[in-house]
C-alpha cells in the first residue's frame, strides 16, 4: 500500500487497522461507526484475512474471519434475516494478505482476492449455527457457548484471559466477549477455490466434494437430525448384518471394518470417506467409531494428526492454536458394543454428536502448553510427553508408522513424529456422559 499512500497519511495501528487503510487508500472511504456493510449500495462488506507460508512454501489460513461481535443482549432481537451478521456478510469482498510478524500494515503484501456470495445452501447451515447461537444466549447460556457448538459459523473468543466479562440478558453469570465468525475449515475451502480458478477471482461456484446432503433435506430439518436418521434402521444390528445389507465386503477382515461400516451408512453407500464430504470439510467435522468391549471399557486410545512443531512454536495464542481447532471442534461418534466378552460380536450402538466441554478445552490449553515448553525446549521424546497411564485425558505418542519417520523442528532440525490423542478413558468417560445424558432426557 506505501506506493498508494499520499503525503501526509498517518498509517493506522491495532486491532481492524488494515481494513480501514484499505478502505481509505484503495476505496477512499472514510473510517465510521456504520452498522451497514462497507459498501452499502452494494451490499457488500470489505475483510481482510491473513494468510502464513506452510512447510512447503504454500499458503495457509492463519485464523478464523472474524465478521462482527456478537452483542448479547441486542443480537437476541433479530432473526437471521435481519442479523448484523447477515446484513453485513452474506457478500464479501475478501483480501487475502500475508501475515508477517513485525512488519508495519502498510508494508504487508495482499496475494488474492475474491468477491464471495454464501451459497444458498451454506447460509442454511450457517442460518442453524445463528440460531443455535441465540438459542443459547436465550437460555441464559452465553457463558457456555463454544464454536464446537456449531459448524460454519462459529462463536469464537476474543480478547485475553482476564478480560472483564459482558452482561448476558437471561443470567447474572457473565459471558466472555465472543464474535460471529466463520471458522477456519471453512475459511480453506474459500482459499482452495481462489487459488484453483485464479490469482482475482470474482465470484464463488459449487464444489466438487461430495455432498452428504441437498438444500431441499436442509428445509425439512437441520443437518444433525438427517445424519443422526440414518443411522436408525441399523441400530442393535451386528456390524457382519449391516455389511450384508450394505454390500460390503468384508471377507479379508480388514482392520477399519466399522469405519468403512458407518461410512456406507452416513453417506448412503455414494462414497468412502464421510470426513472428506463437502460439509464435513468446511465444518471441519470428523467422524469417529468407538468399540465399547462387553464389560464396558475401551480398550483403544483415539489417534488425531501429528504434531506440527513449527506450528506449535509460532503460535502465541491457545485459541489460534491448530490443537484448539481440533478439540473445539464436532465429531461424529459411533459405537460398537460388544456383546459377548472375547468374541468380538460387536452390534451398532448408537450415533451421536460431540462438543468438548469447556472445563476439558481449559484442560486442553494445558496440554498444548506442555507441548510447547517441550517444542522450544527441544525436549522431543517420550520421557518427557505426558502418558496415557497419567490419566490427563490426553496424551502424545507416535502412531503405527516408521520409527525412521521425522519432522521438522523450529531450530531448522527435525525430531521423530509424536501424535495428539485422546486417553482411552477419557473416551469412556465421553461415551457414559453421553449415556447419563440419554438416560436423564428419557426420565
Not at 201 to 208: G, Q, S
Not at 337 to 347: A, R
Request: proline share 3%; glycine share 6%; aromatic share 12%.
Amino acid at each position: 500500500m506505501r506506493d498508494f499512500v499520499w503525503e501526509g497519511y498517518q498509517p493506522k495501528k491495532g486491532k481492524g487497522s488494515l481494513g480501514q487503510m484499505v478502505e481509505n487508500i484503495y476505496f477512499l472511504l472514510d473510517t465510521n461507526n456504520n452498522p451497514e456493510s462497507d459498501f452499502s449500495q452494494a451490499g457488500m462488506e470489505l475483510k481482510c484475512t491473513p494468510l502464513k507460508k506452510g512447510k512447503q512454501g504454500e499458503f495457509l489460513i492463519k485464523e478464523r474471519l472474524v465478521c462482527n461481535m456478537i452483542n448479547y443482549c441486542e443480537d437476541i432481537k433479530d432473526d437471521f434475516e435481519h442479523s448484523h451478521f447477515y446484513l453485513k456478510c452474506q457478500l464479501m469482498l475478501l483480501l487475502f494478505y500475508l501475515h508477517q510478524a513485525g512488519c508495519d500494515n502498510i508494508d504487508l503484501e495482499f496475494i488474492f482476492s475474491v468477491l464471495w456470495k454464501l451459497p444458498e445452501k451454506d447460509l442454511m447451515i450457517i442460518r442453524h449455527d445463528y440460531e443455535v447461537i441465540i438459542s443459547k444466549i436465550k437460555r441464559g447460556e452465553a457463558h457456555l457457548l463454544s464454536e464446537g457448538d456449531t459448524m460454519y459459523l462459529g462463536a469464537c473468543r476474543k480478547g485475553q484471559k482476564g478480560d472483564s466479562l459482558m452482561k448476558q440478558p437471561f443470567s447474572e453469570i457473565g459471558a466472555p466477549r465472543r464474535a460471529f465468525s466463520l471458522k477456519m475449515a471453512y475459511m480453506r475451502t474459500i482459499l482452495s477455490y481462489v487459488q484453483k480458478s485464479g490469482k482475482n477471482a470474482v465470484t464463488n461456484i459449487p464444489r466438487k466434494e461430495p455432498q452428504l446432503v441437498t438444500s431441499e433435506a436442509l428445509a425439512r430439518g437441520a443437518f444433525d437430525e438427517i445424519l443422526l436418521a440414518r443411522f436408525s434402521p441399523y441400530l442393535g444390528m451386528s456390524y457382519a448384518e449391516i455389511a450384508k445389507q450394505k454390500s460390503i465386503n468384508l471377507a479379508n477382515n480388514p482392520k477399519n471394518k466399522f469405519a468403512i461400516i458407518a461410512n456406507a451408512i452416513v453417506t448412503l453407500g455414494k462414497y468412502a470417506n464421510v470426513n472428506r464430504s463437502e460439509e464435513f470439510v468446511k465444518a471441519g467435522l470428523t467422524m469417529k467409531t468407538i468399540r465399547i468391549q462387553a464389560d464396558g471399557t475401551i480398550k483403544e486410545a483415539m489417534s488425531f494428526e501429528n504434531i506440527d512443531y513449527i506450528e506449535v512454536a509460532e503460535c502465541d495464542n491457545w485459541y489460534d492454536s491448530r490443537l484448539y481447532e481440533l478439540f473445539s471442534s464436532r465429531f461424529l461418534f459411533v459405537l460398537f458394543q460388544e456383546e459377548t466378552k472375547g468374541m468380538g460380536d460387536y452390534t451398532l450402538s448408537d450415533a451421536f454428536f460431540w462438543t468438548m466441554p469447556q472445563q476439558d478445552l481449559d484442560w486442553a490449553e494445558t496440554y498444548w502448553n506442555h507441548i510447547k515448553e517441550n517444542v522450544l525446549a527441544n525436549h522431543i521424546s517420550e520421557e518427557y510427553w505426558w502418558k496415557g497411564t497419567d490419566r490427563k485425558k490426553f496424551h502424545i505418542r507416535p502412531k503405527a508408522q516408521r520409527a525412521s519417520d521425522t519432522a521438522p523442528m523450529p531450530n531448522g532440525g527435525s525430531a521423530k513424529k509424536f501424535c495428539y490423542w485422546f486417553n482411552n478413558d477419557y473416551v469412556r468417560e465421553i461415551v457414559e456422559n453421553h449415556q447419563k445424558g440419554k438416560s436423564n432426557a428419557k426420565q
